[in-house]
């Protein structure tokens, strides 16, 4: 029972330079999510997806791009990385909106931009 | 839009002692649930309680239980007989209840880190 997974789980990147983080779930889970944590200031949602093919802006989207071609997988992509986005990166799913569906999430991927 | 505000960053307290973790939020919804979640140094988000703000009774699991006013807007966490396993950073979260909300996750507060004394 594998839940969230994401990869990769450490990432180092230069100015400018690109990459895709990826995030799966085993669950059947209709709603999947991306949050950043930064020192103090909590997580905050940066894009989600309520089903295969949709995505939606949160919080704080500027420099991230997402897609959910398949209900498993979501992916958050950064097109041109800056050191503002040296971040610990969360991905979280859950089947409903409910309270009693909570957010499953991942064990997150510390990304550190140059 | 919904906040939610945790006035510790830190908290200590002895093992075997009892601690409340404090969290407020502001809403103009009437239809909600609420969250802590424990994020350890391992960085796992792991669900310690959970409340529908529907309900008057407070929620409770084993050593964790809350304090929910909803008048007040507050909802805080008591961890009881605290152990050194607790030691972590503490989140409150938000999440609307209301047809049609919800989809955009939870809304959370900034964290407090609970420091155990052995």
């Known amino acids: 029972n594998a839940g969230v997974t994401q990869t990769p789980k450490f990432r180092v990147l230069k100015t400018g330079q690109s990459m895709t983080l990826l995030c799966a779930q085993d669950?059947?889970?209709?709603?999947m999510y991306w949050y950043r944590q930064d020192p103090g200031m909590g997580l905050r949602l940066i894009h989600y997806?309520?089903?295969?093919?949709?995505?939606a802006k949160g919080e704080v989207p500027d420099g991230y791009n997402v897609s959910r071609l398949k209900k498993q997988n979501f992916l958050l992509g950064l097109e041109s990385a800056a050191p503002s986005q040296t971040s610990v990166y969360f991905c979280?799913?859950?089947?409903?909106?409910?309270?009693?569906?909570?957010?499953?999430f991942g064990n997150g991927t510390r990304l550190t931009v140059t | 839009a919904q906040t939610v505000t945790q006035s510790q960053p830190e908290m200590s307290v002895q093992e075997a002692e009892t601690v409340t973790l404090s969290c407020t939020y502001d809403t103009s919804e009437s239809d909600y649930y609420l969250f802590w979640y424990k994020q350890p140094p391992s960085r796992q988000m792991i669900l310690v309680i959970r409340?529908?703000?529907?309900?008057?009774q407070n929620a409770t699991e084993n050593r964790f239980s809350v304090n929910f006013q909803k008048a007040a807007k507050s909802f805080s966490l008591k961890i009881s007989d605290s152990q050194l396993g607790d030691a972590a950073m503490y989140f409150c979260a938000y999440r609307s209840a209301r047809t049609g909300g919800g989809a955009d996750g939870l809304t959370f507060g900034k964290g407090t880190h609970l420091i155990i004394q052995p």
């Open positions: 997806s309520v089903g295969e093919g949709t995505t």
């Open positions: 409340q529908e703000a529907y309900k008057q």
């Open positions: 669950m059947n889970h209709e709603y």
């Open positions: 979280a799913s859950s089947y409903s909106v409910g309270g009693n569906s909570p957010l499953h």
